[in-house]
Nanobody, 124 residues
């Protein structure tokens, strides 16, 4: 069992930065691939970024490339999403999720565990 807690969301002006954290309970978190997703009301959950269990492989949605960076510190059971050059269209609830087998990172149904989300609001 893995429990995930996101933090670091908030209100920021366009062009600003935020760093989201996803902290997990459970000794085996280092064996899980992790993804970040986001969702706005009335829309499907959207893949943002993913990272393999070792951190050696990372994946990004086109909307995140060049602006967001995913990383992890397995000693701290934490995965980070550094978000720079934020835009109003990045406004959403951001979720992290853990996947034991690291399949298709972009598919929400691949993931076994989800956090409760953290709100990111980017003002223009």
């Amino acid at each position: 069992q893995v429990q995930l807690v996101e933090s670091g969301g908030g209100l920021v002006q366009a062009g600003g930065s935020l760093r989201l954290s996803c902290t997990a309970s459970g000794r085996t978190f280092s064996m899980y691939a992790v993804g970040w997703f986001r969702q706005v009301p009335g829309k499907e959950r959207e893949f943002v970024a993913g990272i393999s269990w070792s951190g050696s492989s990372t994946y990004y949605a086109d909307s995140a490339k060049g602006r967001f960076t995913i990383s992890r510190d397995n000693a701290k059971n934490t995965v980070y999403l550094q978000m720079n050059s934020l835009k109003p269209e990045d406004t959403a609830v951001y979720y992290c999720a853990a996947d034991r087998f690291g399949g298709d990172y972009a598919r929400p149904d691949e993931y076994d565990y989800w956090g409760q989300g953290t709100q990111v609001t980017v003002s223009s």
